[in-house]
């Protein structure tokens, strides 16, 4: 099932300040897989581009990993969460970029599959996963967002 992106470059504006439930999503996501929190809220533009970045809502974070096998397969398996269809309808998940896949990656909600950027458009990147959700969910309490995590099968 695909669910429109509701991330049109220059199509959104810049929140004033950290989006709880993306917070939480964020802080669960690092203590599940011992990600590191490279950043969430921050005004600025895309790279290259005129764009606000996705990180100017608040609903974005960048989910940093070592450089062992083991680091990148907690990185696979997150994605491999994040792309079921209950868990990403629910969390609200609406893109995820894969800098380290070969070539970078990026799955959108809209097309609900994985994409390849082999011309490297997808920007520089290394290892993180860069993960967006959408407005409903990264506003949610955290407590609230917590309970639909809680609600999802591992
Ligand atoms: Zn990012």
């Not at 964020?26 to 950043?39: D, I, P």
């Not at 083991?70 to 894969?98: M, N, S, Y």
Request: hydrophobic content about 30%; proline content about 5%; charged content about 25%.
């Amino acid at each position: 099932m695909t669910r429109t992106y509701p991330y049109a470059p220059g199509q959104y504006e810049a929140a004033t300040g950290k989006q709880s439930g993306l917070e939480e999503f964020s802080y669960l996501c690092r203590r599940r897989w011992r990600f590191r929190n490279l950043g969430t809220w921050v005004v600025r533009r895309m790279n290259g581009k005129p764009y606000l970045s996705v990180h100017a809502t608040g609903n974005a974070c960048d989910l940093g990993y070592g450089s062992t096998l083991r680091d990148r397969q907690k990185a696979l398996e997150a994605c491999r969460w994040f792309t079921r269809p209950d868990v990403a309808t629910t969390l609200g998940i609406v893109a995820i970029h894969d800098y380290s896949a070969n070539p970078p990656r990026a799955w959108r909600c809209d097309r609900d599959a994985w994409q390849g950027f082999a011309n490297g458009e997808l920007g520089a990147g290394g290892r993180w996963l860069h993960v967006e959700l959408a407005p409903r969910q990264g506003s949610l309490s955290r407590k609230d967002y917590r309970k639909l995590w809680k609600s999802l099968p591992r």
